[in-house]
């Protein structure tokens, strides 16, 4: 771990990914504590979105303080976007995890946002007292052939969401290999999943929830898209998440 700039309540840092020459950049908002949380971003996402910047201080002012982090970064030592696959994403959350693990946290809790719903059930969760996902994602996303067309040359696919990026092949052809009905069915720690009812993936919230073992709740937040951007969608949304995790870990 190297440490960075920090301010009273903020800490930037980095954590070494093993086997590699790559750093995971991270932030802790927050004493280390016995209880934390862990914040997942969603594809193409980065750590510091109004939902986890914002999520970050909404914990701890209810006790609870957190690490967030970037899947990929822009700096020349950090994982790149087309090199990474889920399986990729659930080893560097594996990372992070053991970071708070070898420094003694008690009780770890894990939200995931969108892709990062599949990256926390594709990791080590049975470290975990408790997960929530917001309106994760679920079955092949990459399946529309009008928006994901394959780059020969560069053995990758450019995907047009309006704004434009590009996956390598092998995040395409993991997508195709994953048994997304069966994600949560070896889950025992308590799971909450809170869906957008404006979104398009209600009902995958609700069949991950029934699948799983421990305890669990669905909850959809009518007036919510997928990015929890509507008016007092994310005060609802980290109500909503505070008090499962409170009641799990602390």
């Known amino acids: 771990m190297t440490p960075s700039k920090s301010t009273n309540k903020e800490r930037e840092f980095q954590i070494p990914i093993p086997g590699t020459d790559l750093n995971i950049y991270a932030k802790q908002y927050g004493e280390l504590s016995d209880s934390m949380v862990i914040f997942v971003h969603g594809l193409t996402g980065h750590m510091d979105e109004h939902l986890f910047y914002n999520g970050a201080r909404y914990f701890e002012k209810h006790g609870i303080s957190s690490i967030r982090f ?27 995890l053991q970071y708070l693990l070898t420094a003694k ?57 309006g704004t434009s990026f590009l996956i390598g092949s092998p995040m395409r052809a993991m997508e195709k290999e994953i048994a997304w009905d069966s994600l949560t069915k070896k889950i025992h720690s308590a799971l909450k999943v809170v869906s957008a009812g404006k979104g398009e993936l209600v009902e995958h919230g609700k069949k991950y929830v029934d699948l799983a073992n421990g305890p669990k709740q669905h909850v959809v937040i009518q007036s919510a898209n997928h990015n929890f951007d509507d008016e007092g969608a994310a005060d609802e949304l980290y109500k909503e998440s505070a008090s499962w995790i409170q009641k799990s870990i602390t």
């Open 70 to 96: 970037n899947l990929y970064d822009w700096h020349d030592d950090a994982r790149k976007l087309m090199d990474c696959t889920l399986e990729t994403h659930a080893h560097d959350f594996n990372t992070v």
């Open 105 to 161: 946290v008690k009780k770890i809790a894990a939200i995931g946002h969108s892709y990062g719903g599949p990256t926390i059930l594709l990791g080590n969760h049975k470290q975990l007292a408790a997960i929530v996902l917001w309106d994760p994602s679920h079955g092949d996303i990459f399946a529309d052939e009008d928006e994901v067309k394959y780059v020969p040359e560069l053995n990758a696919y450019h995907v047009n969401w």
